[in-house]
Structure formats: C-alpha cells, structure tokens
C-alpha cells in the first residue's frame, strides 16, 4: 500500500472519528449548551428549562421575575395573593446581566408575552469585569442572537465546543448514567417557573436540614476572585435591558440580592465587597435617573427588609420566608398590593 493511500486512510478514519464525536458529544449535550434534549443533563439548565416552561405558559404574565438562583423563590403564587396580578418566575441560574436582558428579549419578541411589570433581582457578581458569558447562554440559540455581536460565539468556536475534552468526559459520564441511572435532580419547578428543592424542602419540614454556609463561603469567595471593577460590557447590558422595558412600558422593580451574613463578613474581609458595592449603587443610582420606569431596593443583608438570618438554604439561596419578606416590600414600595391600592381608591373618593 502506498503512503498516499495509507495517508488517506488515516486521515479519513479520523475525520470520520470526529465527527462521531462530535454528533455524539451534541446528541447526549451532557453540559446543556445545546438544544438536544434527548437524555438528561449533568448540569442545571435554568435557561432552556424556564424557556420551555414560559414558551408553554397559559397565561401573558402581569409580572415577571428576572434574575438568578437567588431569585427564584419569589413566588408567582404569593404576588398574585398580594395583588391579582398573573406572574411568573424566569429566574435563570448564574444569571448576569446580559442574561436579564436576554430574557426580556426573549419573552417579548420570541414569544409575545408583555408583562406590566419585572421584578429583578440584581446580583453584584453579575457584574463581574473579568466573569465569562456562561456557555449555557451562548450556546442556545433562542437567546444567544440577542447578545451583543462582540459576545455571540463564532461557528468555529462552537465545532470546538464539541470535541472539547470537558465535553467529551461529561458525555462518558452521561452514557454511563443512562446505562445504570441518573443522579436525583436537586431542584424541580411549577409550571408558573417557581423552584422547588424537594430533598431540602422535605428535611424542613422534618426539623433535620442544617443551611450549608461554609462552603458557600469558600464558593463566593471564588465567585468573586478577580472582581476589580464593574464591568462596562454588563453595565451596557442593563441600561439596554432598562430602555427596553421602558420602550414597552414595562415598570421595573428592582432589588440588589441578599447572601447569608457569614458570607458577606468574608467577602468584606478579603474581597473588597463594599467597593464593588459602592460602584454598583453609583451605577444603579444613574440608571434610576436615566429611566423613570426603574427603582430598586438594597437587600443585601436580611436586616434591611426584616429578614430572618436561619431562613437559608446555604450561603447564597434564601428561603420562602425571605422571600416572602422581600416581595411584600417590593410590592407595597411599587403600590401593587390589595391593600395599597384599596387605600389610594378610598383617598381618591
């Protein structure tokens, strides 16, 4: 056989490797990057599952709830016990800002759904200068074509993604499930996108769950490593996210997320929190003179709106109780409740 031939031969046989690879890698999407969904995730897909469920949602929202995991306790149910208002949680995880206006994109222009009303949860980390867009949001194609054009990855980068060596070991790991079974899934949603944890919730309501802080400090302390600025790409985000809401007369009901008060000791301590702090309040202060239809509260630590500090998952995921507290802030500073507006009528009369 020649060397030409045998060349040919090797060649061939690789190129067809990787394409096997590839397709497979794309078939199981063990990651969640890509839109097959034929077997299950190893990851959280916040961003495809609240998708579907407001692709599939009954009702146009009056109110919708944008932000990430430290969000999607604010419960549809409870807004609409406080105010008759439909609502509907799309809460993403690791959301940053960019995901906040991809979402309100989505849901406008995608799915025709116009809220009066988004209540956004604002983390300080989402405006992270030296965070990467998550591969969850630039790969699914529903929402990676509202990004910026300096963030949308090119075609070359995602045939990358696919043979990646990450990607590769996941989809190992995935068959290997498929073959015996998969891990519980830790989280679960209503129809109406509000998060459950079912094994946390059970352990509740037993007296036997103990708030995981410690590890949430060592994982915020890494969430905020190398966080020396508030970053101009993200900020851009929001005041695009801010102008869109506002071309649409969308009121925006903003709060800056709470973390467990060990975790904010820490990150005081080595993460010079309160300077990025500082920068976010200048910014969201600008933003809420630059658009009429923005306010936000600064719920940080649980003492600002009377929160409890044992009301925690861990150290970043409040509980039902806080959030309860906060939304009933929120909606009585926004003049949304029953009884608030039961008290206009009768000023009026």
Do not use: C
Not at 57 to 69: K, T
Not at 148 to 167: T, V
Not at 180 to 199: Q, W
Not at 261 to 272: F, H, N, P, Q
């Amino acid at each position: 056989m020649s060397w030409k031939k045998m060349m040919f031969i090797v060649l061939s046989t690789s190129l067809l490797l990787l394409g096997f690879v590839m397709a497979l890698n794309y078939f199981v999407n063990p990651l969640g990057k890509y839109a097959s969904r034929e077997l299950p995730s190893l990851v959280w897909t916040g961003r495809a599952d609240k998708a579907n469920l407001l692709q599939k949602y009954n009702n146009n929202p009056d109110v919708l709830v944008l932000g990430s995991s430290r969000t999607m306790k604010i419960n549809p149910n409870y807004i609409e016990e406080k105010t008759d208002l439909n609502a509907f949680n799309a809460g993403v995880n690791s959301a940053r800002a960019e995901d906040y206006y991809v979402m309100l994109k989505y849901a406008l222009e995608d799915l025709d759904v116009k809220p009066e009303y988004v209540i956004l949860g604002i983390d300080l980390e989402g405006f992270h200068n030296n965070a990467p867009l998550d591969d969850r949001l630039i790969y699914n194609q529903r929402f990676a074509r509202y990004l910026h054009p300096e963030d949308r990855e090119n075609k070359l980068s995602m045939l990358k993604s696919l043979i990646s060596y990450d990607q590769t070991v996941a989809t190992g790991r995935s068959l290997s499930f498929a073959m015996t079974e998969y891990p519980t899934k830790k989280a679960a949603y209503d129809n109406d996108g509000y998060l459950h944890y079912p094994k946390k919730e059970k352990q509740i309501k037993e007296g036997k769950f103990k708030a995981d802080i410690d590890s949430y400090i060592k994982k915020y302390k890494g969430r905020f490593n190398n966080f020396t600025a508030i970053d101009e790409g993200r900020k851009d985000y929001l005041n695009d996210f801010l102008t869109l809401a506002e071309e649409n007369d969308i009121q925006v009901i903003g709060f800056i997320t709470t973390l467990h008060d060990d975790v904010l000791a820490e990150l005081r301590k080595t993460r010079d929190y309160d300077e990025r702090k500082a920068e976010l309040t200048d910014f969201l202060n600008k933003m809420k003179q630059e658009h009429t239809n923005f306010t936000y509260n600064d719920f940080d630590e649980v003492k600002k709106y009377a929160g409890y500090e044992e009301a925690f998952y861990d150290g970043a995921h409040i509980r039902e109780e806080n959030a309860d507290k906060i939304t009933t802030r929120l909606l009585q500073e926004a003049k949304l409740t029953k009884t608030v507006h039961a008290d206009e009528k009768e000023k009026q009369s």
